[in-house]
């Protein structure tokens, strides 16, 4: 179960690290070309400004997820200071499963905003608004997915701590 576990983590950070790292070369691409074709043919893109603010969105939803997965998230460690060694852990799982609740939430309430407004399209683009706004859906689902591996092996660790004398 945990060398599964390992690789589903390995996979994870692997697939959420690509994505975001595509995400910002892709808004990279969009930003110098738009910047080119405004100062050398006067114009730009008009669809450009719009789809480098989607895409940093699905950049960040992929970041985060691949940040918790590293455990390189902002963390506020005043409490993990004031607890016991053997505690400290058990306090990472209990924020796997706060951070799982909350990757729910914002499935849940991308779903109502999708149901709301997604049936808009985009001006300028041309393209369904539900296909940028389903990026609080994919983070969330990610977030979820990564706070369930976090737990899984920190929990696996400490039965591995507690079975060891």
Do not use: C
Request: proline share 2%; hydrophobic share 50%; glycine share 12%.
């Amino acid at each position: 179960m945990s060398s599964l576990l390992t690789r589903l983590h390995r996979g994870l950070i692997l697939f959420n690290g690509s994505l975001a790292g595509l995400a910002m070369m892709l808004i990279f691409l969009l930003v110098a070309g738009n910047a080119f074709a405004r100062y050398t043919y006067g114009g730009s893109i008009s669809w450009g400004e719009d789809t480098s603010i989607y895409l940093m969105i699905y950049g960040l939803m992929f970041g985060m997820s691949w940040a918790y997965l590293q455990d390189k998230h902002i963390g506020f460690d005043l409490i993990r200071r004031l607890l016991p060694p053997r505690w400290v852990r058990w306090q990472a799982v209990l924020v796997d499963l706060i951070v799982f609740v909350v990757g729910i939430g914002l499935m849940v309430s991308a779903v109502e905003f999708i149901a709301s407004r997604g049936g808009r399209t985009s001006s300028s683009t041309g393209m369904p608004m539900w296909l940028f706004q389903t990026s609080m859906l994919v983070g969330g689902g990610l977030l979820s997915l990564s706070a369930l591996v976090m737990g899984a092996l920190r929990w696996n660790e400490q039965l591995g701590e507690e079975a060891s004398p």
